[in-house]
């Protein structure tokens, strides 16, 4: 064990002699937890929930079915992050799929990079799948604003950003299955600021800590959220203080709002969820490829009670269900051969037990 855990580990133990259910939401944070088996370490009343913080994980599959849709152009290149790939559609198969059908799937390591693919290819439609959370919206937007400032007429973005307070509502709305406290992602606040959550952290009768992504960073968030709900306390913890400033990034705050504005969102498995998402604002209607390259006839809204391919992965994604507890982990649903989309992105609950091959 580090060092510097064992010290956090006892400051951790008295304050959950009773059941505790923390919630993180952030696929990074999941990730590390399994890789590093902190939840083994952690006292046994303290259970930890792994939240809709995978972004890959939340995005729709009408949004794929629309993404293939637009592969499929023979004029379009499709510029896309590889864990994009493998997520199951709607009724379209999968990107990888489309790709070896022929349809020209590329993946690009940031933003900016479709940028020099459209610039590199004039004759060619050049489509950006723009998904994420608050985190990917700054340069998204960024290579959006530059598309327009240099007059790149043949690109576009497939907008799908999602936020992270409206999903903390939506989780608390039923207070049975409300947490007894948050780990916010510290790469989220650092964009968005620390302040925004504490408001949010009175709002939801729920304390909150921010925290970073190293071991002792999380277990330093789990005790100082502990200690706040010790306190009766419902409010705001920075412990990832060395980055995360109270304001946030004031320029990347700008830029998302220079280019997107709120608009209702739909979520992987769990529906539309009221100004859940950014979109781009009217002023870049001309970049937006859901404009350029309509899709009229996309499936209705998901529904939670319509999983695919009999994958409860919205239970998953609310932290109602352990991956190890669905009947298909493992057996008929693996990174090789996903059956929902927590197994096939690197930050996806399902792929992070099944990786850490722990049974729980
Ligand atoms: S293990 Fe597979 S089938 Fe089960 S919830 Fe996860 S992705 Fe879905």
């Excluded at 937890?33 to 046994?44: M, Q, V």
Aim: aromatic share 6%; proline share 10%; net charge negative.
């Amino acid at each position: 064990m580090r060092t510097a855990l064992a010290p956090l580990l006892a400051a951790i133990r008295p304050l959950a002699e009773e059941p505790v259910r923390l919630m993180e939401v952030c696929g990074g944070q999941t990730h590390a937890i399994l890789h590093y088996g902190l939840d083994t370490l952690l006292p046994a009343p303290l259970e930890l929930l792994h939240g809709p913080g995978c972004p890959v994980c939340v995005t729709p599959a009408s949004y794929l079915d629309h993404a293939i849709a637009i592969a499929r152009h023979s004029e379009t290149v499709l510029c896309t992050f590889g864990d994009l790939l493998r997520v199951p559609s709607g009724a379209s198969g999968d990107l990888y799929a489309a790709k070896a059908a022929g349809a020209d799937v590329r993946i690009v390591l940031s933003p900016l990079h479709a940028l020099d693919v459209a610039k590199e290819n004039p004759a060619r439609q050049v489509v950006l799948l723009a998904i994420g959370f608050e985190t990917t919206a700054p340069a998204n937007a960024l290579a959006i604003h530059l598309a327009k400032e240099r007059r790149l007429s043949n690109f576009s973005a497939l907008v799908s950003h999602f936020l992270v307070p409206p999903i903390l509502r939506h989780i608390c709305a039923e207070p049975a299955e409300t947490p007894d406290g948050f780990l916010a992602a510290g790469h989220v606040c650092a964009v968005t600021g620390a302040k925004d959550y504490a408001a949010l952290a009175a709002e939801l009768h729920t304390p909150i800590a921010i925290t970073g992504f190293a071991p002792e960073e999380i277990l330093y968030g789990i005790l100082r959220v502990l200690q706040l709900r010790s306190a009766g306390q419902n409010e705001m913890a920075n412990a990832y203080a060395a980055v995360v400033r109270p304001e946030g990034n004031p320029a990347a705050k700008d830029m998302i709002r220079r280019i997107f504005e709120p608009a209702d969102r739909e979520w992987r498995g769990l529906g539309l969820i009221p100004d859940s998402g950014l979109t781009l604002r009217p002023a870049y209607a001309e970049w937006d490829a859901a404009h350029r390259f309509p899709m009229p006839s996309l499936p209705a809204v998901e529904r939670p009670a319509t999983p695919e391919a009999g994958c409860p992965a919205a239970e998953v994604l609310l932290g109602r269900l352990s991956p190890p507890d669905c009947p298909h982990f493992g057996t008929t649903c693996s990174p090789d051969a996903p059956r929902g989309a927590p197994m096939v992105s690197p930050e996806g609950a399902c792929a992070a037990f099944f990786l850490n091959r722990r049974d729980s």
